[in-house]
């Protein structure tokens, strides 16, 4: 495993050409809440190969969580603690070492295998995995930034006051004196996700509203098609 205690990352991104192309290599980005494993499960459900990075990153961290009996996304979450507890700094680091390790492996097995099909669910922190895996990933999948309007993204900040999913900060963080955690995560978390906007932009192939998602009669063919028509490019 890589030594989470003194590696570090550049979260700079790499932008590149590329277009959607067979076999289907799709993976999707974007802040948590936006509903990427949501499309990642009909696409799934229309027999499509998946991979959920959450879970991988789960399973990988099983003996810590398993120390706290914690499990699940929200266990991960309450392990990794609120972004100001003590060990928050070391269990950031330690989830991010354990995601490079996984989209790292997910990535030598497409190269491996050129004619591999493969949807892709990444975690929010996926800009934070480094320049290298950046690179790999936009040469070997085509990436959709799901992007949530300001309204939703005043929803996403309640939604993780209130029901916290895992978090890396990397830093953007900053209590102020006297100012409760709550109030340093309502003031902080629009920055972060202005910066993750930014960094997804320019990774992603091409962008889909979620706003424009919404539609329930939308089914897995619907959103391949509207990828499509975005990038130009057959499924």
């Known amino acids: 495993m890589l030594d989470s205690r003194s590696t570090r990352y550049r ?4 932008l590149m050409g590329s277009s959607l192309s067979a076999p289907l290599r ?6 948590s809440g936006t509903g990427k494993t949501f499309w990642i499960k009909k696409l799934a459900a229309q027999g499509w190969p998946t991979v ?36 928050y700094v070391e269990r950031e680091a330690l989830y991010l070492a354990e995601e490079i390790h996984v989209l790292d492996a997910v990535l030598g097995e497409l190269e491996r295998e050129p004619k591999k099909p493969l949807v892709l669910d990444t975690t929010g922190s996926v800009i934070y995995t480094g320049n ?11 990436l959709v930034h799901l992007a949530a309007s300001a309204k939703e993204q005043q929803l996403l900040i309640e939604r993780y006051l209130n029901d ?17 955690p709550r109030e340093t995560v309502a003031r902080c978390y629009p920055t972060l996700m202005a910066a993750r ?14 706003a424009a ?15 499509q028509s975005k990038t130009g490019s057959q499924t």
Request: charged share 25%.
């Open 11 to 14: 979260t700079e991104t790499v």
């Open 26 to 31: 799709l993976a999707l980005i974007g802040m």
């Open 52 to 87: 959920l990075c959450d879970d991988q990153i789960e399973r990988r961290l099983a003996p810590q969580l398993a120390a706290g009996r914690h499990a699940g996304t929200k266990g991960v979450a309450e392990w990794m603690g609120w972004p100001d507890s003590a060990s």
């Open 132 to 142: 290298n895996l950046l690179l790999r990933l936009r040469r070997r999948m085509t």
């Open 164 to 180: 916290p999913k895992p978090v890396l900060w990397r830093g953007a963080f900053q209590p102020k004196k006297g100012e409760a």
């Open 197 to 210: 906007r930014q960094s997804y932009e320019a990774l992603a192939h091409c962008t889909l509203q979620v």
């Open 213 to 227: 998602l919404r539609d329930g009669s939308l089914d897995a063919a619907a959103l391949l098609e509207m990828i």
